[in-house]
């Protein structure tokens, strides 16, 4: 009898277990409302996603794509030729310029990357962070990639 | 004691009621995640509000804006010149082209619009509903308006 009701015990812990790992899992996947897309790996510490909504530059020149950060995910500092325009939708981020403190950036947010200008941009270290990016002049618009963001740049204190 | 007890049933249903129009009214006016904006009335048929996400089409050369419709809400029969994009965000709403039949749209919908193609978009009959807006070559992407859609239009069968 003794038997049998240290076993329900250990069922009733491990199905408890389990659903608070699928909740976790859940939580730190959070499909956002235009899609996760695909995982992107070149120019991006951690772990990111990233999702064309747009590809028809030939006819609109902008490019229009979803980008999904992990907690604690940033790309590396790079410049566009004609500037980028981030629409922040879910979770929060991080946007830093060279030689600027780093800005805490929510949903609703909207960012306006001025041309050829150096800078990075990511989750903050507990939060899914989801932006719409958009690329203007897209048949023109060049991304130079610089070099990863440190850890000690990513730590530094926001504005 | 009588005229006591029908004074407290009295306030509890006035109570009732007042809580009860307070949530229909958040309902119909659910703040979107990226702002209402400014209420159009110009091109529309019934309520909806406008939010410039980025007026920098001089150096971007697109437009980007929110736009949302309060149930019912649709605009005019109009065309852009290059075409626009739609990115529905929250609630439901319908697009349809001249001589096709609408479409539903959900949120994580993406619809490109084709060059000087009639068309409109606006909320299902009992749905808010919120797309981004983008006009790419806003410095020649010209918008003509033609007409409203009737109901006869609006209530057609979707595909």
């Excluded at 277990?17 to 235009?34: A, D, F, I, R, Y």
């Excluded at 020149?61 to 979803?66: E, Q, S």
Aim: some cysteine.
């Amino acid at each position: 009898m003794r038997k049998i009701f240290f076993l329900v015990v250990a069922t009733l812990m491990l199905t408890a277990c389990n659903n608070q790992t699928q909740t976790t899992m859940k939580e730190n996947n959070t499909e956002p409302v235009l899609g996760l897309g695909e995982v992107v790996t070149d120019n991006f510490t951690g772990k990111a996603w990233l999702k064309y909504l747009s590809t028809h530059p030939e006819t609109t020149d902008c490019l229009i794509y979803n980008v999904t950060f992990a907690p604690a995910t940033r790309n590396y500092w790079h410049t566009h030729s004609e500037g980028q325009i981030l629409i922040c939708t879910e979770g929060e981020g991080y946007y830093q310029e060279r030689g600027r403190t780093k800005q805490l950036l929510k949903s609703g947010d909207v960012v306006h990357i001025p041309a050829a200008t150096e800078h990075w941009h990511g989750a903050t270290p507990n939060r899914q962070f989801t932006h719409i990016g958009i690329t203007p002049k897209a048949s023109v618009n060049q991304v130079q990639w610089i070099g990863e963001v440190t850890d000690e740049e990513y730590n530094n204190a926001i504005k």
